[in-house]
């Protein structure tokens, strides 16, 4: 992603905040936060455009347009600077808790002088709140709870913002001159869905320049610790990274050892000293000699041990080691084997390219099919209707047929209503080649109303993909409540297949409950529902999820060809 379009992103996103916080017109802010949306999934690098390129990105008009060239130019934007100058940093943190608006936020600066959230959660631990207006029991509840999140979160950062910043990197120290090999490892190559830290590995015979370099690079805000072995810092966004610099001949116990996680490292120690080994980020050895008997590759250390080499999104000991020694390990699903995408927008409901745009940059990267799934009617602010989802289809079937190889699916996104229900009746329904239908309001039914729900909208014969189907948002809502073994019973028995949402905010279903639904023998579809050509490329964060739920491309509908992919649709595979 081009950083010129993130930091603008970044920076109308705060005004917009800033604007909000002071009272200012919410219409106005509305405004800026659109313009910072459009501009973040904008796919071009915005600092080619002058103002008048700036105005043809949609939502950007003339004075925001010159706002961003002020900032192009300057490396500011005077009227966010004159905001900041009036709210400290902390207030603005205060409303990224859940269920903290930005008039709340000021209120408990102004009346109480409150600005960081750690501040506001010793107010509500004092019972300092009780004679401020509007906030009475429910909200402080709310509130502890929205701080509660944040901090259960504890500091990790989202998988994709700790990708971006690693791939920066090593491709920084991969330019050093003496570098042998260069890569991430810890939680961030195990694909988590959040970072603690961030480790990258160096293969090379001098550790300096490379210490001295990462110290250097642009993202590094502070340095915690420099030394020959290992070197710390910590970026402008709060990321600490650790680099390790190996002996070449060390790299592939290294990568083996730093990769961990720590579980699957005592599996691994546990299986060398039981062979009177000693294994460490050296290498293997033999306990008695010393003798160095693997270390270059992983391969060669997971073989010395006895073991197939384990892809890292399975170290997490949930059994990997022993499937491996049953030479049992899944061959787990990989971005290649995905044909095609089924859950995305266009602007003819909220995402942000045209039709043609979208199903262009599908075609381009190599899909062999690609569905549209707008909204449909019940998700009322969508506004769609009859004749703009026929309209669509009549332009989808034009289309198809125009991109190569890529065939076009035209389906929708329902909205599972309380009771089950979805849009549209049955005759409706049965002109989409495919409905993904997904929660998108009533999130704290009960677990019983929940299942009953779930399971309804499975058995609506229409319906072929749970969406996103517990609707967490990763730090800030979590999951609702169901039954989940229930549901998962009737998405297998009624062929409708769960979503792997590749939002990095989402991921959804989490790892674990796709392994649990594995079980039931549920089959699942990867989809990125992107509402940009961008998000597009949020494939690979699905995939990896679905890895480290252990799945398969058996598992996995859309690796399937678009004969099998159709026969799954119409649910002739049903038992
Ligand atoms: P994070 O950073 O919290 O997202 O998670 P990790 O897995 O990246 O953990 P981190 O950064 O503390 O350590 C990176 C890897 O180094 C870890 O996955 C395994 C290895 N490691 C670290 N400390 C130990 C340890 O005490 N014992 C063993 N066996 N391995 C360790
Ligand atoms: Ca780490
Ligand atoms: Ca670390
Ligand atoms: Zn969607």
Same mark, same amino acid.
């Given at each position: ?9 970044a ?56 706002? &961003? ?16 100058a ?94 042998r ?12 869905e ?6 990258? +590995? ?36 709060? +990321?600490? &990274? ?9 790299w ?37 000699s ?15 041990l ?17 499937a ?7 061959? &787990? ?39 549209v ?84 909208a499975?058995?609506?014969?229409? &319906? ?31 062929g ?17 409950d ?62």
């Open positions: 992603m081009a950083r010129p379009n993130e930091e603008v992103e920076l109308l996103q705060e005004y917009a905040d800033l604007i909000a916080i002071t009272g200012g017109d919410a219409f106005k802010a509305r405004a800026y936060e659109k313009a910072a949306r459009a501009i973040g999934g904008h796919p071009a690098d915005i600092s080619r455009l002058d103002a008048d390129g700036l105005k043809e990105i949609p939502n950007v008009g003339r004075s925001i347009a010159e706002k &961003v060239v002020e900032y192009l130019r300057t490396g500011t934007m005077a009227v966010v600077e004159e905001r900041r009036k709210i400290p940093a902390g207030v603005r943190e205060l409303i990224t808790i859940p269920t903290l608006g930005p008039k709340k936020a000021m209120r408990l600066y102004e009346d109480l002088h409150i600005s960081s959230v750690n501040e506001l959660a010793a107010a509500i631990e004092a019972d300092a709140l009780a004679d401020l207006k509007g906030f009475g029991e429910k909200t402080q509840e709310n509130l502890r709870h929205g701080i509660e999140l944040m901090q259960r979160a504890g500091g990790r950062i989202p998988l994709s913002l700790a990708m971006e910043t690693a791939e920066e990197i090593v491709a920084e120290l991969s330019a050093v001159t003496g570098c090999r260069c890569a991430y490892a810890g939680s961030l190559r195990r694909m988590k959040t970072i603690g830290d961030l480790d990258v +590995l160096v293969a090379a015979n001098r550790s300096a320049p490379f210490m001295e370099a990462l110290c250097a690079l642009p993202a590094t805000a502070e340095v915690i610790a420099q030394g020959t072995k290992k070197t710390s810092i910590r970026t402008g966004k709060g +990321l600490q &990274v650790d680099l390790r610099v190996l002996p070449p001949d060390s592939g116990a290294g990568l083996q050892y730093f990769t961990g996680s720590k579980a699957h490292n005592i599996r691994t120690r546990t299986i060398a000293v039981h062979q009177g080994l000693k294994l460490s980020e050296y290498g293997l050895f033999d306990a008695e010393g003798e160095s008997l693997a270390s270059r590759t992983e391969e060669e250390v997971y073989a010395r006895g073991l197939p080499w384990i892809p890292p999104t399975l170290r997490e000991d949930r059994g990997e080691i022993e491996a020694l049953h030479g049992e390990l899944p061959e &787990v699903v990989t971005e290649r084997d995905i044909r095609g995408d089924l859950h995305t927008h266009t602007d003819l409901t909220d995402g942000l390219a045209p039709l043609e745009t979208m199903v262009e940059a599908a075609a381009e990267r190599g899909y062999t099919y690609y569905a799934t707008d909204h449909a009617p019940n998700l009322y602010m969508q506004r769609m209707t009859d004749e703009k989802i026929l309209a669509q289809r009549e332009q989808l079937r034009e289309l198809d047929g125009t991109l190569g190889r890529m065939r076009l699916l035209h389906g929708t996104e329902l909205n599972i209503g309380p009771d089950g229900e979805v849009d549209w009746p049955d005759d409706f329904l049965a002109g989409f080649d495919l409905c993904v239908a997904s929660l998108h309001s009533h999130f704290d039914l009960n677990r019983k109303a929940m299942t009953r729900r779930l399971v309804r499975c058995e609506n014969p229409h &319906v072929n993909v749970i969406g996103h189907p517990s609707t967490r948002l990763i730090g800030k809502r979590p999951g609702v409540d169901a039954d989940w073994d229930e549901v998962f019973a009737a998405c297998a028995r009624t409708t297949a769960l979503e792997v949402n590749a939002q990095p905010d989402r991921l959804d279903l989490r790892d674990e796709i392994l649990r639904a594995r079980e039931h023998g549920v089959k699942f579809a990867v989809n990125t529902d992107a509402h940009s050509v961008l998000h597009l490329a949020q494939l690979r964060y699905g995939v990896a999820t679905a890895q480290r739920g252990w799945l398969t491309k058996e598992d996995v509908i859309n690796t399937w060809t678009l004969t099998r992919l159709r026969r799954f649709l119409r649910r002739s595979g049903r038992a």
